[in-house]
């Protein structure tokens, strides 16, 4: 069974208390529990993550290259600024989906650059909770076609 990394990024584990208006409604609790139930039903082992530390999450990224095939990322406002996230993303040679649970195109002007995404396999933003799922089935297609 190939293992698979979600990571969320900083505020994430606030999800259901945080601008519900953006992020839903839903606990972070409850978000893990449908992330792992998708990934099980496509075959999947799933490490959940989260951090509100870059450098932690590049350390997950760097861990993730020996022992993932692949990761699922909503690396928050780190997104828009994290050249050194980017960068362990170039570096590590596995896919990187990343995910964004509200469409970071049609908020404040600063969201809607990605410094990530050119390094990254694509990118998925707007469904809510969703987001997270659909990425794990796109990565699921990155991965069969390899």
Known sequence: ????????GPNLNLLGEREPGYY?????ESVNREI?????????????Y???????????LHAARLECAGV????????????AIRDAI???RIPVVEVH??????????????VIAPVCAGQIAGFGKN????????????????
């Open 1 to 8: 069974m190939k293992k698979i990394l979600v990571i969320h």
């Open 24 to 28: 839903g409604k839903d606990s972070f």
């Open 36 to 48: 792992a139930e998708k990934a099980a039903a496509l075959g999947f082992e799933c490490e959940i």
């Open 50 to 60: 989260q951090s509100n530390h870059e450098g932690a999450i590049i350390d997950k």
């Open 72 to 83: 699922v990322m909503n690396a928050g406002a780190y997104t828009h600024y994290s050249y």
């Open 90 to 92: 170039a570096a590590i």
């Open 101 to 114: 649970m509200s469409n970071i195109h049609s908020r404040d002007e600063f969201r809607h650059t990605s």
């Open 131 to 146: 987001s997270y799922l659909l990425g794990i089935e796109a990565l699921k297609g990155i991965l069969e076609a390899d």
